[in-house]
């Protein structure tokens, strides 16, 4: 039976096939068409599904919508009214895109499908809540879903038994934890839904001195982590803001303007929502470890993004394990949408070992083999070399441990925001200046950005305080103490605190001495886990830096074609595609060639 789940009209428009319960391909649209966060209708990644499972539309016999349209619009049309006149320029700028495509999502389906079978609809926090559940290795868990908002919920949580999901708390619109990093995200000049991670990023460079503030001000939190938000100092209900001059006051100025100078105060409130948002996430666990009594906890929605968070609740949380859906977001949806109807709609069977999740290390992407590379390098007429399988290994670990910075293009692409060891970009975690010489030079990004590690999972207890696995990296650990530098000078402020080397992993430790953690197991990528050992053999160090395979405002690469874009245009040493190596200083000099700018569409 193949089920397949979309999401889109948002932002993260993806589409997952599931077939008898096994997931066959998922992805993000983003990825074909080059839109970062693209909210489009998925028509390429559908086209992608299809034939990763071999089947053509006919041959589906559901599809599935990750929310309700119609439900949703009724909280946009409720919302509206209910802060006329004031929300009525908001309703006029979205009504255009709902009159034209969100109220005709069935039709659009059938239409770009050429379908005619059966369509459903579920709910957005329960397609959040499916995509956390059933990939998860546990027979019975409880759920938390939090992000932005759905139709009209904004967090919710429930339990997972076998194939059976019940929701059965809700916390509603307007008040959302998803929303509150948001209006703080926008305040300190970053893009809502796409640069929270920036904020989260910047937490600890900052002291969080405004956290009394936004505790007495901004909401009213229970002890179970529910809260009312004073909306008297957000206008995401009326207006076309997520803050307004009423939190421009209280915080003592104006939201900074994008791409300006981040001043102490921009760390200050980095740090000080982030606090906030991991006291709110903490106090949620708790809660529904104590209505649920279940020992597990599973994570979806935008929220479980925040690693820091997520770290917090597996330290200092009641739950014995948690596991977290490594397309957290709303391209999970899809995923959660398609499940949902195998496992509770049709009343499947669902069998799980405890230990191994459903989720193939999130490697659902496409897939391009050594005939596919080699016929498109020669086409380019790039310089490379081609090499064993087996030397690749030893052959990429010796160029890391050189200073090399490498684009790793193998096997499946990632699905979900994060590079996994499909595209990657890697190289040497113990080099003082890898982590600025990456950021300003090949991911043209932010300085202050952290890079995360990947690290053998057998070896991940001797340097970092996890004692857990993580192969998504979606946990925030410590680096253990016996491989920190003692920091001397503790008068360094801001970005400052880059100067000083921190531990004997330094490229991968932020300032607070954290790393957002990778844990890498043989038979997960056989080939990125083998590089890595080769790597540990010669230098004595299991760690190396991953970070994804693209360049700011771009999304993560999905074709060849994309992979020699990205290298060419950044200072990358070397990029490995299958079997085949490239070094940069082999390659035809872009220069003024203008057919060549033309042909790679190079800036």
């Known amino acids: 039976m193949n089920i397949l789940g979309i999401s889109c009209f948002y932002h993260d428009s993806a589409a997952a096939l599931v077939r008898d319960g096994k997931i066959i391909a998922a992805a993000q649209e983003e990825r074909f068409t080059r839109i970062k966060h693209d909210f489009n209708f998925p028509s390429h990644v559908i086209r992608y599904c299809l034939s990763a499972g071999d089947v053509h539309a006919e041959d589906l016999d559901y599809v599935v919508f990750y929310e309700k349209p119609f439900i949703k619009f009724e909280r946009i049309l409720e919302t509206s009214l209910s802060y006329a006149p004031g929300g009525i320029s908001q309703f006029i700028q ?13 039709e659009i389906i059938k239409k770009e499908l050429n379908y005619d079978g059966k369509i459903l609809f579920s709910g957005h926090h329960e397609s959040h809540a499916a995509s956390a559940f059933y990939p998860s290795p546990f027979k019975e868990a409880a759920f938390l879903t939090m992000d ?27 008040h959302s934890l998803g929303l509150l990093y948001s209006a703080f995200t926008y305040y300190a000049g970053f893009k809502v839904n796409s640069g929270e991670y920036k904020l989260m990023g910047l937490a600890p460079y900052g002291e969080p001195r405004y956290t009394e503030l936004i505790l007495n001000e901004l909401l009213d939190l229970k002890e179970d982590g529910s809260f009312k938000l004073n909306m008297k100092y957000f206008a ?6 997520m803050t307004n001059r009423n939190f421009d006051k209280l ?45 597990k906890l599973c994570l979806a929605g935008g929220v479980a993004l925040n690693c820091v968070g997520n770290g917090r609740i597996l330290r200092e ?31 499947n069977g669902r069998f799980t070992d405890e230990t191994h999740d459903m989720q193939q290390a999130s490697l659902l992407g496409p897939e391009y083999n050594n005939e596919d590379i080699g016929s498109f390098l020669k086409d380019k007429d790039a310089a490379y070399k081609r090499l064993n399988k087996e030397e690749i290994p030893d052959f990429i670990a010796g160029l890391i441990a050189h200073g090399n910075v490498i684009g790793w293009f193998q096997g499946r692409m990632e699905f979900g925001p994060r590079a996994l060891g499909g595209r990657s970009i890697i190289a040497d975690a113990r080099s003082p200046e890898m982590q600025s010489k990456m950021n300003l030079k090949i991911k043209y990004r932010e300085s202050f950005r952290p890079f995360a590690p990947t690290v053998l999972e057998e070896k991940a207890p001797e340097w970092f305080d996890l004692e857990r696995k993580s ?3 979606l946990l925030v650990a410590p680096v253990k103490k016996d491989k920190r530098v003692p920091v001397t000078d503790t008068n360094l402020a801001g970005f400052d605190k880059l100067k000083i080397k921190r531990s004997s992993i330094p490229a991968v430790t932020h300032v607070d001495y954290s790393a ?38 771009e999304p993560l690469v999905c074709t060849p074609q994309d992979a020699f874009k990205c290298f060419m245009r950044t200072e990358m040493d070397y990029l490995v595609m299958g079997d085949y190596v490239l070094d940069k200083k082999e390659q035809k000099p872009i220069g003024n060639d203008v057919k060549w700018q033309k042909e790679f569409e190079l800036d």
């Open 94 to 106: 979205a009504m255009p895109l709902w009159l034209k495509q969100k109220l005709w999502t069935p």
């Open 148 to 174: 932005g908002v759905g139709e009209w919920e904004t967090e919710s949580f429930g339990v997972g038994k076998g194939n059976k999901l019940e929701l059965e708390y809700y916390l509603r619109f307007p």
């Open 236 to 241: 995401y209900c009326n207006g076309l803001r």
């Open 251 to 295: 915080f003592g100025g104006p939201a900074r303007k994008p791409e300006s100078k981040i001043s102490g105060k921009d760390m200050d409130i980095a740090a000080s929502i982030q606090r906030v948002t991991e006291e709110i996430m903490l106090r949620m666990s708790r809660h529904v470890h104590k209505v649920t009594g279940q020992n």
């Open 317 to 347: 949380g009641p739950f014995k394990d948690i596991w977290v859906q490594p397309a957290s977001g709303d391209a999970g949806g899809a995923l959660g949408a398609a499940l949902l109807v195998w496992y509770k709609y049709l009343g």
């Open 471 to 473: 192969p998504y990296m």
């Open 516 to 553: 957002r953690i990778q844990t890498m197991v043989r038979e997960d990528n056989p080939l990125y886990y083998d590089m890595i050992k080769a790597f540990e053999d010669k230098t004595g160090c299991p760690v190396i830096i991953n970070t994804s395979f693209n360049v700011r405002g």
